[in-house]
């Protein structure tokens, strides 16, 4: 890999592309991901026929976005723990902890968007 940086479009092309190959691994590789995907993909479909305003449409929406950033950092941050040591570790163990816990705030934060829109 070169040590030179891009510019421009190069950049920004190559950019693009490093982030649809992360999308795409997280889809093939990663159950949870996969899982959330489809929920979420489903979710948006349903949001889209609610007969509800705009701004909470918007909420509805943002809430499944926010579902699969959170567990693509969530893949992230475990993806790199694992790269330094497969070895039990109490700081490894707390950094998967955390990760998981901000992925279910999110998850029980969508379900409360949902639940207050449409009751």
Do not use: Y
Not at 103 to 117: A, D, S
């Amino acid at each position: 890999m070169s040590l030179e940086k891009r510019k421009g479009i190069k950049r920004l092309t190559s950019s693009i592309n490093h982030s649809l190959a992360g999308f795409v691994n997280a889809l093939l590789t990663e159950d949870a991901f996969r899982q959330l995907f489809i929920i979420s993909a489903i979710l948006l479909v349903i949001a889209l026929f609610l007969d509800v305003t705009k701004i909470e449409r918007l909420f509805l929406i943002s809430s499944c976005f926010l579902l699969l950033m959170v567990e693509l950092l969530n893949t992230a941050i475990e993806t790199v723990i694992d790269r330094i040591s497969l070895d039990i570790h109490p700081l490894s163990k707390r950094a998967k902890d955390l990760g998981g816990a901000a992925q279910l705030v999110t998850v029980v934060m969508t379900i409360i968007i949902w639940l207050i829109v449409l009751l």
